[in-house]
């Protein structure tokens, strides 16, 4: 009885201290933003790799954190202009004659990769690895366009114009800073055609079997080697580091036990964890010198939230800071209800435009014989060019951005050009010369009259309530709400000058696949360019061009795109643009109508953040960061 | 027979789902000059140049290679092994969805009791509205509502953690309908039941709140004692009956131990506590149960053990709860944190630094909060009415009546002649809930970011990634076939009439 006497004593005292303790510091005042020093990023998808080089791994997130961690020659800004980032280097054309065009890359001296190590031109070299099919082969690393065998080095840097164009090993200069490769004739985009730094040294050791982070000189031996590999083409050596590269990069779950070596890399930020399927962490990079100054972020999580609802609240709750949502009315409205967060509009890369089929696409052999087919027999092709004509003059392009885009991103306007952007350089000239007007001018009901009028030409019995031409149209799916909706402001605006629109046939998933088919007549859907350049838009006009879905084919044209893959100047440029956009309006081929609406949410607290349309889209500017 | 069924489910979702994908969609529209390239290499991953009906065996080919040691569910579009990847969504999948089904089973089966045994009085009208009210709520639009009042808004009150009288009366009144609806009786009795359920309620909220008690939660010994007292009361009632004393005073002196250790034990609840020590203790708890049951009583020792052990295990829980709460204060000061506790989205706080055990646990603990209150408020009312039509049907067997004529009292009655025989029709679905667990809760998942089997099998359709879709769904139809199976077991072991044999 005593003993229970005393131990509720000393319990009543354990409790009155707990209290106590607990009632002194009752006051909660909420940390000042100001102090924060972390920025938690929306990612809609999870990390699956270090590295994004690979054709399996390249996903938005991925490259994402591969731009945070490392600094490369330039880099694209919210204005789509490819900026170079002198800090870390500078290249420039040496050569430029008809066989033999030049390009060198210099590293300036001192730049370390987060080891230590310095970063040289021995660096540079991998991207040659990584994009050359011929070095491929003749280092016995596989052939890249087998279709049975995946190259030891699975890179998705095979196939393009550095593949087609390199000439010979790119040369390194003495002092080992400068690397000049050749071309065998000049290239439009050899600005974005050259090579990144990649740390060498650790796929070497990583390949001799080394585990931790070695010393500078150990890891210039390393370098040294990977010089040897590749210039002597040691298949061997190579399939070493193929393999690290190919797989071993391929994380999802980083933590102290990852192997460092994995984590070495030039970036401002390096990875310091990473949870399976939710969330990775990177930290400040204390050696960072290879780009523009930070603005004192200590840490940047990309975390993964699908849903953009679930994302959105996350912004209210504070758990998140910057979120690039969904972009379509209630998201934005929901958006901009929050207190303490900022909304910025803007655009996505992608712009949608209307295509109407001239012939048989590149991967048919029957004919297209629809209302819309181009013809020798002047007559039938008169009569196609004029419903063509009607069908975009009666296009409902104002009333499609008006009722779908602009709820979204007031700032929206129509896009008028098949080459350039609105905003870019050259735009607003190509818009006032290309005879794009014709499409333009006046109000709707009088563009849709004058359509009215063009197919009554042909088709006396046409009116608003008699609809005489079918035309089969192509779209997305109808789980795509925009597109679905487009579609019925489409048929609704088009039957006012006597098209019945249908899409009895398509309109289903899978409808990519049916671009090549010759039995719909027009279709709508975006391109999503991700890099600015001047042959960008070829394969879509050029006769053979590989995404020519309709047919189109022009000798002007391919003359003029023929061109457009020489060095030009601005003018120049803009000149051949404007041939190729002549044409596509006098035949009526293509429209475009809108840039698709991005909506950047984030906490107001967070400053410099200005979301840009192409790739890395967000992060471009993650070092002028800062609460 | 089963095998089967697995075989030929499998082939024709193989096919199905290789027709009806188009894994180069997003390249045909793609502007890249690299673009032919990009296909030739997809087609020689993906194996597209061979036929469904054909890649299908080869699939199994890895499947069948389990048998020899070698089980290959292929990869994904990712690269990563597919078996690989189920083998982290899995135990995802289960903390987000076993403790919901349980809590679900356990207050559904409770809750359909007790509208059971007031069958068409106002509880049972009330409950009977509202587990279809809940039943009919799509989870997507009870997430979103959980998160704005229980997370943001609740975080916003801890700001300022101070009860405006509007919502101290309205909980109170809520409080006191409530219990005296639960607890019935004559219309004087129910209406002092009510009075006495609002003014204690009025008086705990209003002391809570005046002492910031949200900022800071804790329970204190005293209030642990009272609990676990309360606890030994109401175990013992339902197991045993109060007037069986002697098992009444194991359990009470149980309790007591449990305050009297109250202290000592927080001495090891330090930071680098593990998991391997709870276990520890929980494992000492179940002795001390056990202990205290074989004690006190010579008759009847097996319910006896049963009980005491529940009480301390009970305890012990209301003890490391304790613990938790008062972690939570600590907690929301991080810089990780910054004052909002609860959470809306994720499995874990990535900023959270490593190596302490109750942050760590606190802040799984409140990221499972409002996935498990959502999952709990739309499974329950399957349990809530099918335990109670099952009880009711029981209710009216004739070996009721009998048990009742006996002179048995109305507890035993319910609880060990009626009780059980109504769980046997509700084993059926429990069995199919949890195999449905492991098939994932997809919306759930989404909207709660957790990545478990329910996100890969979303990932799998929408980015038409077939060894993915082939590893989910074999992995999912397995575990139907096999919780019909366990259904059977469980069907012998609570009915007697039933063997297991030839």
Redesign the interface.
């Known amino acids: 009885m005593k003993a ?1 006497r005393i ?1 509720r004593a ?3 005292a ?2 009155g201290a ?2 106590v303790t ?2 002194s ?2 006051v ?1 005042n ?2 000042d933003a100001a102090v ?1 020093s ?1 920025v ?1 990023v929306v990612s809609s998808n ?1 990390m ?2 270090l590295n994004p080089g ?4 390249n ?1 938005t997130i991925n490259a994402d954190i591969a731009y945070v961690t490392g600094m490369g020659f330039n880099y694209y800004n919210d204005q789509r202009n490819l900026v170079q980032n002198k800090v870390l280097g500078s290249y420039k054309i040496v050569k430029n004659t008809a066989s033999d065009f030049r390009v060198a890359y210099t590293l300036n001296a001192g730049k370390v990769w987060s080891d230590g190590t310095p970063i040289t031109g021995v660096d540079l070299l991998l991207s040659h690895v990584l994009s050359s099919g011929a070095y491929s082969k003749a280092a016995g690393l596989g052939d ?7 190259p030891l080095f699975n890179s ?6 550095y593949d087609s164009h390199v000439v010979g090993l790119p040369t390194l200069s003495a002092d080992k800073m400068t690397v000049t490769v050749r071309y065998d004739a000049f290239q439009p985009d050899w600005q974005i055609m050259g090579p990144g730094v990649a740390p060498v040294h650790a796929l070497e050791l990583m390949a001799a079997g080394k585990k931790t982070l070695q010393s500078v000189s150990a890891n210039n031996t390393a370098k040294a080697k990977f010089l040897t590999d590749f210039k002597t083409k040691n298949s061997a050596s190579l399939k070493k580091i193929a393999n690290i590269w190919s ?1 071993d990069y ?1 994380i ?1 779950t980083i933590s102290s036990s990852t192997n460092p070596l994995l984590l070495v890399s030039n970036g401002a930020y390096i990875v310091k ?1 990473a ?5 990775t ?1 990177l930290v400040l990079n204390p050696k960072y010198n290879s780009g523009p100054k930070t603005s004192g972020l200590k ?1 940047i ?1 990309f ?5 953009p ?3 959105a ?2 912004l ?4 998140i800071n910057v979120f690039q949502g969904q972009a379509d009315a209630s998201s934005v409205a929901q958006l901009k209800a929050m207190s303490g967060v900022t909304v910025a509009g803007g655009t996505s890369a992608c712009f949608e435009h209307v295509d109407l089929r001239q012939g048989a696409g590149p991967g048919t052999s029957d004919d297209y014989t629809g209302p819309f087919a181009a013809s020798n027999n002047a007559t039938k092709n008169a009569k196609a060019r004029a419903l063509r004509t009607a069908f975009l003059l009666a296009y409902p392009r104002q009333e499609i951005l008006d009722k779908l885009v602009k709820p979204i991103n007031s700032k929206a306007v129509l896009v008028n050009s098949s080459f350039l952007l609105p905003g870019q350089t050259g735009y607003n000239t190509i818009v006032a010369k290309s005879g794009v007007s014709k499409f333009t001018a006046g109000t709707q009901a009088a563009r849709t009259a004058a359509a009215l009028e063009l197919v009554k030409n042909y088709y006396p019995s046409a009116s608003a309530s008699n609809q005489v031409v079918d035309i089969d149209m192509l779209w997305g799916s109808r789980a795509n709400t925009r597109r679905a909706a487009e579609f019925e402001l489409v048929v609704a605006a088009e039957a006012k000058a006597g098209f019945n629109v249908t899409d009895t046939m398509y309109g289903a ?5 049916e ?2 088919n010759n039995d719909y007549d027009a279709a709508f ?6 890099a600015v350049s001047q ?3 070829n ?2 006009f050029q006769s053979d061009g ?2 020519n879905h309709i047919g189109f084919a022009s000798d002007s044209v391919d003359n003029a795109t023929h061109t457009l893959e020489t060095k030009l100047s601005d003018a120049q440029i803009t000149a051949q643009y404007l041939i190729v956009e002549k044409k596509l309006i006098s035949d009526a081929v293509t429209l475009p109508i809108f840039q698709h609406p991005a909506v950047t949410g984030y906490t107001s607290a967070l400053k410099g953040v200005k979301p840009a349309p192409l790739s890395p889209n967000l992060v471009w500017n993650f070092w002028q960061w800062h609460f | 027979m089963l095998f089967v069924i697995l075989l030929g489910s499998s082939f024709l979702i193989y096919n199905l789902a290789a027709i009806a994908s188009d894994p180069l969609e997003e390249l045909r529209v793609s502007s890249d000059p690299k673009v032919k390239q990009q296909i030739l290499v997809l087609i020689r991953d993906l194996q597209l140049n061979v036929p469904p009906p054909l890649r299908y065996f080869n699939w199994l080919k890895g499947v069948l290679g389990g048998f020899v040691g070698d089980f290959n569910l292929g990869l994904t579009r990712s690269h990563e092994s597919v078996a690989d990847a189920i083998g982290h969504a899995i135990p995802i999948s289960i903390r987000l969805v076993l403790g919901a089904t349980i809590l679900a089973i356990v207050l559904g089966i409770t809750v359909g009791i007790v509208t059971a045994l007031r069958q068409y009085s106002k509880f049972d009208y009330a409950m009977t509205f509202l587990s279809f009210l809940f039943f009919s709520l799509p989870i997507f639009w009870v997430a979103v509502l959980l998160k704005e009042y229980l997370a943001i808004g609740f975080n916003d009150f801890l700001a300022d953690p101070v009860l405006s009288w509007p919502w101290l009366l309205g909980l109170s009144v809520f409080a006191g309908v409530f219990w005296s609806s639960v607890l019935g009786g004559s219309r004087s009795q129910v209406f002092l039941k009510f009075g006495i359920a609002f003014s204690a309620n009025a008086l705990v909220l209003f002391l809570l709140s005046e002492t910031h008690w949200f900022a800071q939660p804790a329970l204190g010994p005293l209030v642990v004692f009272a609990m676990s007292l309360g606890v030994a009361f109401v175990v013992t009632h339902l197991s045993v009956g109060l007037s069986n004393r002697k098992v009444l005073y194991g359990s009470l002196s149980v309790s007591v131990l449990g305050f009297a250790l109250y202290l000592p034990v927080q001495q090891l609840f330090t930071k680098q506590f593990s998991d391997l020590t709870l276990w520890g203790l929980f494992a000492a708890s179940l002795l001390v149960g056990i202990t205290a049951g074989y004690f006190s009583t010579k008759i009847d020792r097996g319910a006896a053990i049963r009980t005491t052990s529940l009480v301390a295990l009970l305890t012990f829980g209301i003890i490391y709860v304790d613990r938790l709460m008062r972690t939570w204060k600590s907690y929301s000061e991080t810089d990780a944190i910054n004052y909002r506790p609860v959470p809306t989205v994720g499995e874990a706080n990535s900023l959270l630094e490593p190596g302490n055990y109750w942050f760590t646990t606190l802040d799984s603990a409140l990221h499972l909060f409002l996935p498990t209150v959502a999952l709990t408020i739309i499974s329950f009312a399957g349990y809530v009415r099918f335990s109670r039509g099952s009880l009711l049907e029981v209710l009216n067997q004739d070996y009721i009546r009998t048990a009742r004529a006996k002179g048995l009292t109305e507890r035993t009655v319910i609880m060990r002649h009626a009780f059980r025989n109504a769980l046997i029709p509700l084993t059926t679905i429990i069995a199919a809930d949890f195999a449905g667990v492991i098939g994932g809760a997809i919306i759930t998942e989404r909207v709660f970011g957790w990545v478990g089997m329910g996100t890969l099998f979303n990932k799998a359709i929408g980015g038409q990634d077939l060894n993915l879709l082939m590893g989910v769904f074999f992995v999912t139809s397995s575990l139907a076939v096999l919780a019909n199976l366990v259904a059977d077991l469980l069907y012998s072991a609570l009915d007697p009439r039933i063997r297991i044999g030839k």
Request: glycine share 12%; charged share 10%.
């Open positions: 229970t131990a000393i319990a009543v354990a409790v707990l209290t607990g009632v510091t009752l909660v909420p940390a924060r972390t938690v999870a699956t790799s690979t054709p399996d791994t996903l890249p366009s087998n279709t049975e065998v995946a998705g840097g095979y196939g393009g114009p797989n391929n999802a964890s949870v399976s399927g939710q969330s962490t840490t999580v975390k993964y939230i699908d849903d609802t679930a994302a609240q996350a209210k709750n504070g758990e998933d899978g409808w990519g696949g671009l090549d859907f975006a391109w999503c360019p991700t042959t960008g838009s394969a879509n590989s995404n």
